[in-house]
C-alpha cells in the first residue's frame, strides 16, 4: 500500500460522490481537511473481520469487495462497490470493529477519511449526521435486496435481474460490457461461478447471448418473461 496526498482529480470524485454532493461546501472541506489516499494491487486485503477499523473508504478507483468467511473457508459476498461509493461506515457505530472482510478486486485507490473526526464533525454538524443516516439506510436496503433475491429468485432469474437493471428504458434490443470479471458478478448474485454459467446457458432461449464480458440481448420481453 501506497499512501499519497489528495489532489483535484481526487477531490472531484469525493464531492460527486452520493455522500458529498448534498452537503455545504464548508461541510465538505471539513472533512476533507484530513483525507489521505492509499492505492492497492489486485486482491489486496483492506480489512478483516472483526478487525478495528478506525477510518471510513471512498473508491476514488477501482473495485473494491465485502464479503464474509465461513467455517470452512467459503466465502459469501456482500456488496461489490465501485468508483464514488463509500464504505466501511458501520464500524463507527458498533465499537470500531469491521463487520465484514474487505478486498481489492482491482488496482485500487481509496480516500481514507479518519471515522473518529468524521462521527464527532456528524455531532456537531446535521447535514453531514443526514448523509451518513441516509448512506446507512442505501447500505441497509442494498442488504434487504440481496437477501429477497437470495430467498425469491432462481439464479438464471437474479442473472435476468442484474441485466435487465443495465437495460435503458425503451430498448428491445441492447448490448453492454460487464464492468467487471464475470467471477465479480457471481459473488455479487450470490452465486458460485459454475451456477452462473449455467444461468447464462439457461438465459439463451431468452436471447441473451455472452461474448467474454460482452452481454448482448436480442429480446427484452422474452428475458422480462424469464
Same mark, same amino acid.
Given at each position: 500500500m501506497k499512501t499519497l496526498r489528495l489532489n483535484s482529480n481526487d477531490r472531484a470524485v469525493l464531492l460527486g460522490s452520493c455522500f458529498f454532493e448534498k452537503l455545504p461546501a464548508a461541510a465538505s472541506s471539513a472533512i476533507l481537511d484530513d483525507v489521505v489516499v492509499s492505492t492497492h494491487e489486485e486482491h489486496d486485503i483492506l480489512f478483516g473481520q472483526g478487525e478495528a477499523l478506525d477510518q471510513v473508504f471512498l473508491v476514488l478507483s477501482g473495485l473494491v469487495r465485502l464479503? #464474509? %468467511?465461513g467455517k470452512d473457508g467459503r466465502e459469501a459476498d456482500i456488496a461489490v462497490f465501485p468508483k464514488g461509493e463509500l464504505f466501511g461506515e458501520s464500524a463507527m457505530f458498533l465499537g470500531n470493529r469491521a463487520t465484514a472482510n474487505a478486498q481489492a478486486i482491482e488496482t485500487t485507490m481509496l480516500a481514507r477519511i479518519d471515522s473518529r473526526r468524521l462521527r464527532k464533525l456528524a455531532e456537531q454538524t446535521p447535514e453531514i449526521a443526514d448523509a451518513l443516516m441516509q448512506l446507512l439506510c442505501r447500505h441497509a436496503q442494498m442488504a434487504e435486496d440481496c437477501l429477497a433475491e437470495d430467498r425469491l429468485l432462481t439464479a438464471p432469474q437474479r442473472v435476468a435481474s442484474y441485466i435487465l437493471g443495465n437495460c435503458p428504458d425503451g430498448i428491445t434490443n441492447f448490448s453492454f460490457r460487464l464492468p467487471f470479471q464475470k467471477n465479480v458478478l457471481a459473488g455479487k448474485l450470490g %452465486? &458460485?461461478? @459454475? &451456477?452462473?454459467? #449455467?444461468a447464462f446457458s439457461a438465459l439463451r432461449r431468452s436471447g441473451v447471448t455472452v461474448k467474454? #464480458?460482452?452481454? @448482448?440481448i436480442h429480446d427484452r420481453q422474452a428475458l422480462e418473461r424469464f
Amino acid at each position: 500500500m501506497k499512501t499519497l496526498r489528495l489532489n483535484s482529480n481526487d477531490r472531484a470524485v469525493l464531492l460527486g460522490s452520493c455522500f458529498f454532493e448534498k452537503l455545504p461546501a464548508a461541510a465538505s472541506s471539513a472533512i476533507l481537511d484530513d483525507v489521505v489516499v492509499s492505492t492497492h494491487e489486485e486482491h489486496d486485503i483492506l480489512f478483516g473481520q472483526g478487525e478495528a477499523l478506525d477510518q471510513v473508504f471512498l473508491v476514488l478507483s477501482g473495485l473494491v469487495r465485502l464479503y #464474509r %468467511l465461513g467455517k470452512d473457508g467459503r466465502e459469501a459476498d456482500i456488496a461489490v462497490f465501485p468508483k464514488g461509493e463509500l464504505f466501511g461506515e458501520s464500524a463507527m457505530f458498533l465499537g470500531n470493529r469491521a463487520t465484514a472482510n474487505a478486498q481489492a478486486i482491482e488496482t485500487t485507490m481509496l480516500a481514507r477519511i479518519d471515522s473518529r473526526r468524521l462521527r464527532k464533525l456528524a455531532e456537531q454538524t446535521p447535514e453531514i449526521a443526514d448523509a451518513l443516516m441516509q448512506l446507512l439506510c442505501r447500505h441497509a436496503q442494498m442488504a434487504e435486496d440481496c437477501l429477497a433475491e437470495d430467498r425469491l429468485l432462481t439464479a438464471p432469474q437474479r442473472v435476468a435481474s442484474y441485466i435487465l437493471g443495465n437495460c435503458p428504458d425503451g430498448i428491445t434490443n441492447f448490448s453492454f460490457r460487464l464492468p467487471f470479471q464475470k467471477n465479480v458478478l457471481a459473488g455479487k448474485l450470490g %452465486l &458460485a461461478p @459454475e &451456477a452462473l454459467s #449455467r444461468a447464462f446457458s439457461a438465459l439463451r432461449r431468452s436471447g441473451v447471448t455472452v461474448k467474454g #464480458r460482452v452481454i @448482448e440481448i436480442h429480446d427484452r420481453q422474452a428475458l422480462e418473461r424469464f
